[in-house]
T-cell receptor
Framework: GDSVTQMEGPVTLSEEAFLTINCTYT??????LFWYVQYPGEGLQLLLK?????DKGSNKGFEATYRKETTSFHLEKGSVQVSDSAVYFC???????????FGSGTKLNVKP | NAGVTQTPKFRVLKTGQSMTLLCAQD?????MYWYRQDPGMGLRLIHY???????AKGEVPDGYNVSRLKKQNFLLGLESAAPSQTSVYFC???????????FGAGTRLSVL
């Protein structure tokens, strides 16, 4: 079945460090891929998405590239800020399907 | 800018009690979803709806019932609460096609 695997957290970085959060997926066909972010005490909100192979999603300095050959969608940011501290979820949705599949989430702590 | 509103925000139940969680969206979205979030397990889909009057089971439907009598509302019921249902519950909605989900702020439920 469809599934998403994320790297275990928490990830602790100093401000201005480079961030990578790994995400790999299993799905038939050509799913759309998403990164959601959850700030403390809030619901999830969409950070970025990509709908086909080699697409790059980007938002607020975060980027992720849809790599079909490695079934991956790793999240990167060149210089993290304290305000980026949150839980990040990778997710997929197969075309013509109504359901989303979420990874287990990766908590990011950024220290000043 | 209400978006997706969940009520209540917090609730404590005793084993065997019943309750209903309400989700309301004001974006005229067709799809609505109920998830539970548990530590280390990410989001798991309980039930979802692809339109008014329709519901379908997700990944973990046992012990829950849902209804979508009005397009804007999606109710999640627990008939006889169990400690295993202690969790944070999130509602989400999506337009057609479901390329993005909008989440509520969550309901934290404790079953003693």
């Amino acid at each position: 079945g469809d599934s998403v695997t994320q790297m275990e957290g928490p990830v602790t970085l100093s401000e201005e460090a480079f961030l990578t959060i790994n995400c790999t997926y299993t799905a038939t066909g050509y799913p759309s891929l998403f990164w959601y972010v959850q700030y403390p005490g809030e619901g999830l909100q969409l950070l970025l998405k990509a709908t086909k192979a080699d697409d790059k999603g980007s938002n607020k300095g975060f980027e992720a590239t849809y790599r079909k050959e490695t079934t991956s969608f790793h999240l990167e940011k060149g210089s993290v800020q304290v305000s980026d501290s949150a839980v990040y979820f990778c997710a997929l949705r197969r075309d013509n399907f109504n359901k989303f599949y979420f990874g287990s989430g990766t908590k990011l702590n950024v220290k000043p | 800018n209400a978006g997706v509103t969940q009520t209540p925000k917090f609730r404590v139940l005793k084993t065997g009690q019943s309750m209903t969680l309400l989700c309301a969206q004001d974006m005229n979205h067709e799809y609505m979803y109920w998830y539970r979030q548990d530590p280390g397990m990410g989001l798991r889909l309980i039930h979802y709806s692809v339109g008014e009057g329709t519901t379908a089971k997700g990944e973990v439907p046992d012990g829950y019932n849902v209804s979508r009598l009005k397009k804007q509302n999606f109710l999640l019921g627990l008939e006889s609460a169990a400690p295993s249902q202690t969790s944070v519950y999130f509602c989400a909605s999506s337009p057609l096609p479901p390329n993005i989900q909008y989440f509520g702020a969550g309901t934290r439920l404790s079953v003693l």
